[in-house]
């Protein structure tokens, strides 16, 4: 934890538990308001972030391995798994991605379970497509729920761009907490689009979604398209860089994902104190 109060020229008391840390600060003339924070539950919701984004873009692989393979001939699946099942009907495509119990990816997580897809043709250049995970697991921690994904091939930038409606519960391995994610989410894809292999790929997302605990904790976060979040895959589990504007426990602040170093830390700052999250 940073801060910088000397200016002020204030006595500045803390209070520590292990969940939560109260910051108040009072002077002669002013005060700055208490800050209740919990560190826990903040970092809680700062992973769930980042299985949200990691098992989105599964999703989107498994589309493009089928729909687009020439983007991305050398994807994130290995030879051995998952399987591809794809059904038509009409213009109307099903498509069960199956990782069965167990499967390695090559960017590193372990996934189970199965993701099914439907979708039909194109129109206007964009394709809309149902989502579901069903008995889903992304490195122990169990993802539920599903989306509609409105895909762009190729948007002003010349880049394949997603917007997400979502709505997805995440059962964090050795936990009884659970975390929900609700919102809209935009993805663009920046670079290594079509450069055959998926290393050098990288994403920029923005958006605005709710994250609920099942503690009760509720968070809101805001990402610009001017400061997205990005995901690299170069062997990197976390988000890298970009800011969210956040609302939890009445109060306001930022939560700074960092300057592109792939670690597992989060800059959560509050009413000017800052607080290290651990992604882990």
């Known amino acids: 934890?940073?801060?910088?109060?000397?200016?002020?020229?204030?006595?500045v008391c803390f209070a520590f538990s292990v969940a939560v840390i109260m910051v108040s600060c009072s002077g002669n003339d002013d005060s700055v308001p208490e800050v209740n924070v919990s560190v826990s539950d903040s970092a809680l919701a700062a992973k769930s972030d980042?299985?949200?984004e990691a098992t989105q873009h599964i999703v989107e692989s498994g589309y493009n391995y089928i729909e687009e393979p020439g983007r991305?001939?050398?994807?994130?699946?290995g030879a051995s798994c998952p399987d591809f099942e794809v059904n038509v009907e009409g213009t109307q495509v099903t498509l069960i991605v199956d990782f069965g119990p167990s499967c390695q990816l090559l960017s590193g997580p372990e996934v189970s379970g199965r993701i099914v897809l439907e979708y039909g043709p194109r129109v206007g250049?964009?394709?809309?497509?149902?989502?579901?995970?069903?008995?889903?697991?992304f490195n122990s921690n169990q993802v539920t729920g599903g989306g509609q994904i409105i895909r762009e091939s190729e948007n002003n930038n010349?880049?394949?761009?997603?917007?997400?409606?979502?709505?997805?519960?995440?059962a964090f391995s050795g936990s009884s907490v659970t975390a929900n994610r609700v919102g809209t989410r935009y993805v663009e894809w920046v670079e290594g689009v079509g450069s055959g292999t998926w290393i050098d790929n990288v994403y920029h997302i923005w958006g605005?979604?709710?994250?609920?605990?099942?503690?009760?904790?509720?968070?809101?976060?805001?990402?610009?398209?001017?400061?997205?979040?990005?995901?690299?895959?170069?062997?990197c589990d976390y988000i890298v860089s970009g800011v969210m504007q956040i609302t939890q426990e009445n109060l306001s602040g930022?939560?700074?994902?960092?300057?592109?170093?792939?670690?597992?830390?989060?800059?959560?700052?509050?009413?000017?104190?800052?607080?290290?999250i651990n992604l882990d």
């Open 125 to 137: 250049g964009l394709r809309t497509i149902d989502y579901v995970y069903q008995d889903f697991y």
């Open 254 to 276: 930022t939560l700074d994902f960092g300057d592109g170093t792939c670690d597992a830390t989060a800059i959560l700052t509050v009413n000017g104190i800052e607080f290290t």
């Open 50 to 52: 980042g299985i949200f």
């Open 72 to 77: 991305m001939p050398n994807s994130i699946f």
């Open 158 to 170: 010349g880049n394949p761009q997603s917007s997400l409606n979502e709505n997805i519960t995440v």
């Open 208 to 235: 605005d979604w709710e994250t609920t605990l099942s503690t009760g904790f509720m968070r809101t976060g805001v990402v610009n398209p001017t400061s997205p979040l990005v995901r690299g895959l170069a062997l």
């Open 1 to 11: 934890m940073t801060h910088s109060f000397a200016q002020l020229s204030k006595k």
